[in-house]
């Protein structure tokens, strides 16, 4: 199975920081576009970061800019989204994704992935 399989996440509180990680078993990460995508509760999954293959050029949502940073780590075939300054308005379901071609540039709309990982909730609050 070609699944994305996320860890991290969990309880942070206003202005903390948190990592998560996107990995997989079976293919390549620094082949594909990944992306980190966001659901807080009644709202559609909303882009935040990706970062391209090759040059791993990294994009992000202007609510995390500053804050947030993506990065590959290649010899654990890993994707990392790295959260500082942590708000309350941070808080939600946390997704990782890829498309199904590789070599595709990254984009924050949801639409461009096929996989996603299974999922980390994280909340921010005092």
């Known amino acids: 199975q070609l699944h994305l399989v996320q860890s991290g996440g969990g309880l942070v509180q206003p202005g903390g920081s948190l990592r998560l990680s996107c990995t997989a078993s079976?293919?390549?990460?620094?082949?594909?576009?990944i992306g980190w995508f966001r659901q807080a509760p009644g709202k559609e999954r909303e882009g935040i970061s990706c970062?391209?293959?090759?040059?791993?050029?990294?994009r992000y949502a202007d609510s995390v800019k500053g804050r947030f940073t993506i990065s590959r780590d290649n010899a654990k075939n890993a994707v990392y989204l790295d959260i500082n300054s942590a708000k309350p308005e941070d808080t939600g379901e946390y997704f990782c994704?890829?498309?199904?071609?590789?070599?595709?540039?990254?984009?924050?709309?949801?639409?461009?992935?096929?996989?996603w990982g299974q999922g980390t909730q994280i909340t921010v609050s005092s």
């Open positions: 079976e293919l390549r990460l620094n082949y594909y576009a």
């Open positions: 970062i391209s293959p090759s040059n791993g050029a990294p």
């Open positions: 994704g890829r498309p199904v071609y590789r070599g595709r540039p990254c984009e924050l709309g949801a639409n461009g992935y096929d996989y």
